[in-house]
């Protein structure tokens, strides 16, 4: 789901061919999902296990820049019009201060 909302976005966001499966787009997602030294999971972690968004960017000694890339993408987003539910959710979460697990449980009900 990640690697086709991808594509969408980078789409309506660059005219020309881009290859996603490039280390710049699909091996930085999935060193960020899957790597124990990753601050964007670490970030992304504590939020899950109740953080709030300024008292996990205090406890961790290092930038998590899957943060301020969210907001960047979202807004881009807005103006181009891709379909992304994952950006949208996580938004939802850093910058609206929803629930992660109720948003979690909400996006994996419309993915497939």
Do not use: C, W
């Not at 976005?9 to 930085?28: E, P, T, W």
């Not at 406890?59 to 807005?78: D, F, H, L, Q, R």
Request: glycine letters at 6%; aromatic letters at 10%.
């Amino acid at each position: 789901n990640s690697i086709r909302e991808m594509k969408r976005f980078i789409k309506k966001v660059h005219k020309m061919k881009r290859n996603i499966n490039d280390s710049a787009y699909l091996g930085d997602l999935l060193v960020t999902g899957y790597s124990v030294f990753s601050r964007n999971r670490l970030f992304g972690n504590m939020l899950g296990k109740g953080y709030t968004v300024r008292s996990a960017q205090l406890e961790m000694s290092m930038i998590a820049e899957g943060y301020y890339a969210t907001n960047s993408a979202y807004k881009i987003n807005s103006e181009k019009g891709a379909r992304t539910p994952i950006l949208d959710a996580v938004y939802s979460i850093l910058y609206d201060n929803k629930n992660p697990k109720k948003v979690f449980k909400k996006l994996a009900d419309k993915l497939d």
